[in-house]
């Protein structure tokens, strides 16, 4: 690893520096590191080269993908203009996809709009003892996220309610 690559590392909060040491390495070994993060002034954004801010908000919940969405959405548009200085695709192509990036908000308009929908098959899915979250190739990084997020909910400690003395 060396100046000719690029290191492009995300965190969606300010983790503590153990779990921003992987990207330690790239950095001794010459390469440049891009950070990606929501958090100003996290760890990750002290030891990067240059960092991308999604600004996506705190999150309100644990079930929260909001800091998710902005991630991705940054790493498309670095890749488009990663594309563009590398002369690796046709403008126009790029010009498209950077184009169906403003079609999203849009996109989970209508999702939010369909809550009643997903709350019907979430009672029915809810007493199952298993899930499995398939995903493949760009896909496959939303399906770990997906099954994260039910890991995460499923063994989070309920708040404790206070107790009448």
Sequence with gaps: MDAR??????????????????????QQEGAPIIGISNVVG??????ADATLYTRGGPEISVAATKTYVSQAIAAVLLALYL??????????????????????????????????????VAKKVRKARSALFLGRYVNFP???????????????????????R
Excluded: C, F, Y
């Design 5 to 26: 690559n690029l290191t492009i590392a995300m965190s969606q909060s300010a983790r503590p520096p153990t779990r921003s040491r992987p990207s330690r390495s790239p």
């Design 83 to 120: 594309a563009r200085i590398r002369k690796s695709a046709p403008i126009e192509r790029l010009r498209e996809i950077a184009e169906g990036t403003k079609l999203l908000p849009a996109a989970i308009d209508v999702v939010l709009n369909t809550s009643d929908e997903v709350k019907k």
């Design 142 to 164: 939303t399906a770990l996220e997906g099954a994260l997020k039910l890991k995460e909910i499923a063994t989070s400690t309920p708040r404790a309610t206070p107790r009448a």
């Design 42 to 47: 996290s760890h990750l954004t002290r030891l």
